[in-house]
């Protein structure tokens, strides 16, 4: 059933110029990069099991080309690495897409300038929608923007760190 799903999904004329790869729901895409890495061992022996994890990689929709693109970075199979600064240069996906890393011991991957951690606390706010949000009446529209204010030391009996200031600046 999957296997019939990808090969509609890459060759099927009908769909192939559609919006039809965007509509597939969580639990499919799941679903989708689970039936990958439980192929992975057999991708360099098996011209079947490459194929269809190749067929996976390749649906354009980032719930499923983040965790491919990990996964065969995991494996040491050659990629494309557009991916990589694609991902890190979004500031939507850049602190997930760092974590993805971070979980697998991939992080040399990341791009460096986009890694320090002013810029994935930037992303973490950005991600979690509390700027660049715009309201819902026409006379306000106004973006939301965030501008780096200064940067603290900080300490407690458990542990040591660093405190960033960001400004929240409103413009037309």
Do not use: C, W
């Not at 360099?44 to 490459?50: G, R």
């Not at 040399?108 to 700027?131: M, R, T």
């Amino acid at each position: 059933m999957v296997k019939e799903n990808l090969e509609t999904l890459t060759t099927n004329s009908i769909v192939k110029n559609t919006k039809y790869k965007d509509v597939l729901n969580l639990n499919e895409q799941q679903l989708l990069v689970n039936f990958a890495h439980i192929l992975m061992p057999f991708y360099k022996t098996d011209e079947k099991a490459k194929q269809l994890i190749d067929k996976v990689a390749k649906i354009k929709n980032d719930q499923i080309m983040m965790p491919m693109f990990v996964l065969l970075k995991k494996n040491s199979i050659t990629l494309n690495d557009t991916l990589a600064n694609y991902y890190a240069k979004n500031p939507n996906t850049r602190t997930y897409f760092y974590s993805e890393l971070e979980r697998d011991n991939l992080t040399s991957v990341f791009p460096k300038e986009y890694a320090s951690e002013l810029q994935l606390v930037e992303s973490v706010l950005k991600a979690y929608g509390l700027v660049n949000t715009y309201s819902a009446y026409d006379s306000d529209k106004q973006k939301d923007s965030l501008i780096f204010h200064k940067e603290i030391k900080a300490s407690n009996k458990y542990e040591k760190g660093t405190v960033y200031i960001l400004k929240h600046q409103r413009t037309n």
